[in-house]
């Protein structure tokens, strides 16, 4: 008797760019959980829902982070207190732009939620990114 087979685990990948080249960082899967990659096992570190929200998970819960439009535009709700922070282009290279960054191509999303994605970079991965890189400057 032949089992039906489980259907095919799909994640969108997300890149972030370095001045010569670029890394994979994460994961958006299937159920909407975002997930750091690197050195051991894939860390969850927020989720997606179906409406474009952005999700931080905190050691009590979780809180909202942004949202991300259906034109992929992508929006702050907590640090910038309300403030636009980039965008994904159709070709899924995500770029930060606002009145505090300058324009610029910061890494790129691959896969079937490129919205969710873009919206981790710009929300959840690059805030880290720069509070571990200021973190290791006061030591």
């Not at 890394?23 to 958006?28: A, D, H, N």
């Not at 299937?30 to 050691?59: E, F, M, N, S, W």
């Not at 191509?105 to 079937?112: A, L, S």
């Not at 919205?115 to 805030?127: E, Q, R, T």
């Given at each position: 008797?032949?089992?039906?087979?489980?259907?095919?685990?799909?994640?969108?990948?997300?890149?972030?760019?370095?001045?010569?080249?670029?890394?994979?960082?994460?994961?958006?899967?299937?159920?909407?959980?975002?997930?750091?990659?690197?050195?051991?096992?894939?860390?969850?570190?927020?989720?997606?829902?179906?409406?474009?929200?952005?999700?931080?998970?905190?050691?009590?819960?979780?809180?909202?982070?942004?949202?991300?439009?259906?034109?992929g535009a992508i929006h702050s709700?907590?640090?910038?207190?309300?403030?636009?922070?980039?965008?994904?282009?159709?070709?899924?290279?995500?770029?930060?732009?606002?009145?505090?960054?300058?324009?610029?191509?910061?890494?790129?999303?691959?896969?079937?939620?490129?919205?969710?994605?873009?919206?981790?970079?710009?929300?959840?991965f690059l805030p880290d990114d720069?509070?571990?890189?200021?973190?290791?400057?006061?030591?």
């Amino acid at each position: 008797m032949r089992t039906p087979s489980s259907p095919a685990r799909v994640d969108t990948r997300i890149f972030r760019f370095f001045e010569e080249s670029e890394e994979l960082i994460g994961e958006v899967d299937a159920t909407g959980a975002i997930l750091r990659l690197g050195a051991g096992k894939p860390r969850p570190i927020g989720r997606a829902d179906v409406q474009g929200r952005i999700y931080r998970t905190t050691a009590h819960g979780e809180r909202e982070a942004g949202a991300v439009s259906i034109d992929g535009a992508i929006h702050s709700s907590g640090l910038f207190e309300g403030g636009d922070l980039g965008w994904v282009d159709a070709q899924g290279v995500v770029v930060r732009a606002g009145l505090i960054f300058g324009e610029e191509e910061v890494g790129r999303v691959e896969g079937p939620q490129p919205h969710s994605a873009a919206g981790a970079l710009l929300l959840l991965f690059l805030p880290d990114d720069a509070e571990a890189a200021r973190d290791a400057e006061r030591e």
